[in-house]
């Protein structure tokens, strides 16, 4: 069965200020492929819930949650990172924390 691709409607479409953690998800929409974005958008087969925020994204970034979702793989993950850094987020003042021992399998 062929997935139905995320477009974001007109009205979602990001504003055209900064990108700030507050921002919603679709704001990546700029500097994000949607090979990169849908399966992020909607944290597929993720064992929570899918991000709202450009916070929340970025959240799952330093946890390093994001390989849990279907679909992203070591080059996503590198185009997401390079996506916040290129809309202007500082990611080195969020450290990546090490994956919480909770689950993890070697």
Known sequence: ???????????????????????????????????SFNPLARAYDAPFDEPRTVG???DLYTRRQLRKIRGIGPRCISEIEA??????????RHQQRPESSEGATR
Not at 83 to 92: C, R
């Open 83 to 92: 996506a916040l850094v290129l809309a202007g987020l500082n990611l080195a």
């Open 1 to 35: 069965m062929a997935e139905v691709l995320l477009s974001a409607p007109r009205s979602r479409v990001p504003h055209h200020g900064p990108v700030t953690p507050d921002c919603p998800v679709e704001c990546l929409l700029t500097v994000l492929s949607l090979k």
């Open 56 to 58: 929340d994204v970025i």
